[in-house]
């Protein structure tokens, strides 16, 4: 059982300089992330009308992604953050500008279809090598910015900065559409990411800590994944949410419930998308304000049971007020998974291997997003749509079920 480490200011670490910068910086870096996502999904399919070719944009950045994590996360913790992390937002920079110009060659000179989504493809791939050493680096950083007293509620901000930066980045990625179409809206997604540079410039140097830089890279390595499977709690929670979002990533066929079932445009497409990350802001800011003090594990199972109910309603739902509704309540129940995933996570790793650690945390978590797109894309193809997005759900409430007799210390948890 994990002793939470206590306090009572809901704004502790937001009165930490540093800190702000970070959150500033990665809200702008995300943001940009969310549209991208949104304007390339709606691009694609727009240029092929295959569910499949939106399933293989997930494919495209989660396989350098999951293949680079670990080596990755070496790479953090034997390395100055900072720099880094700034290298790899230069380098999300230069994809954005090479997806901007072949929008301008497509829509204004013609450029051939066929080299258009190949080249964005290709941009994908190479995102997903930046991500795999930007993404850990993130929440490697914040704990070496924030004191241990007050990390709880860092970690609580930290998760309310990146969902509000999804809410603004889907919403803001369909409205800049329709406004400006997509060259338009890679303009847009090029200012965040130059916003985002110029706040996490200003971030202190952080020394590299000698217990990591004196290993050699598979002791290293080997050593992050030990921690991650010995610790019972830390890898019970992230199995959970790896399939649990794996199965029930439904966000993936809302440009097609958008354009073919609810018929509201890149509009509705956009306020769908946002749905579900207002659900988890509203309760981020609750848990904020009032931190869960008990039961924890509990409520997580029957947090991520619910979650696959609400994609269940709605795969079958054909009302666009009911599917934003359910799509809201999907992101209020997973906001509580997590919050306490996160925590859990950041409480229990050592600063050393914070780089590591939030590596194997993104091969489970971040990657089971674009795999669980993939996933949804084969299965639209196979099934069709609305069956897919039903099974997904019923499959995410077979795992919650699996995982309450199976793994009874992270039922029993509590922190």
């Not at 369909?174 to 965040?192: D, Y």
Request: one cysteine or more.
């Amino acid at each position: 059982m994990i002793k939470a480490l206590q306090q009572t200011d809901a704004f502790a670490a937001i009165k930490i300089l540093q800190y702000r910068k970070l959150l500033t910086g990665r809200f702008c870096f995300t943001m940009a992330l969310r549209m991208l996502g949104t304007l390339v999904g709606w691009w694609l399919y727009e240029l092929t009308g295959d569910p499949l070719a939106m399933g293989l944009i997930g494919l495209a950045e989660v396989v350098p992604a999951i293949s680079l994590a670990l080596y990755a996360g070496h790479v953090i913790d034997t390395n100055e953050k900072k720099n880094l992390l700034l290298k790899g937002v230069v380098a999300y920079l230069l994809g954005a500008i090479i997806l901007c110009a072949l929008s301008y060659y497509f829509y204004y000179k013609h450029a051939p279809k066929n080299i258009v989504i190949w080249g964005i493809y290709g941009v994908i791939f190479c995102t997903g090598i930046i991500r795999a050493f930007v993404g850990p680096s993130f929440p490697a950083i914040l704990g070496q910015i924030v004191p241990k007293n007050i990390l709880q509620n860092a970690i609580t901000w930290n998760q309310g900065t990146f969902l509000m930066a999804s809410v603004s980045g889907h919403a803001t990625g369909g409205f800049c559409i329709a406004a400006f179409g997509v060259p338009g809206t890679l303009g847009v997604i090029i200012g965040l990411v130059i916003l985002s540079l110029l706040n996490l410039k200003q971030l202190q140097k952080f020394p590299v800590q000698n217990i990591a830089a004196n290993k050699r890279t598979l002791e290293s390595v080997k050593e992050g994944l030990n921690f991650v499977f010995k610790t019972k709690e830390v890898l019970g929670a992230l199995s959970l949410d790896l399939f649990a979002v794996l199965f029930g990533g439904a966000v993936a066929m809302v440009p097609i419930y958008a354009k073919d079932i609810l018929k509201v445009g890149a509009v509705g497409f956009g306020w769908l998308n946002a749905a579900s990350d207002i659900g988890s802001i509203i309760i981020v800011v609750l848990l904020t304000m009032y931190p869960l003090k008990q039961k924890q594990g509990k409520r997580l199972l029957m947090a991520v049971a619910g979650f696959g109910v609400a994609i269940i309603i709605f795969g079958l739902s054909k009302l666009f007020w009911l599917s934003f509704t359910i799509l809201l309540i999907s992101g209020i129940l997973d906001g509580i998974s997590v919050v306490i995933r996160g925590t859990i996570v950041q409480l229990q790793t050592p600063d050393e291997m914070r780089g590591r650690v939030m590596s194997v945390n993104s091969m489970f978590i971040n990657s089971s997003n674009e795999l669980g797109q993939f996933e949804s894309g084969v299965a639209a193809r196979a099934m069709g749509v609305v069956p897919s997005v039903v099974f997904g759900g019923c499959i995410t409430l077979l795992v919650v079920v699996i995982t309450w007799f199976k793994a009874p210390t992270l039922r029993k948890m509590e922190y």
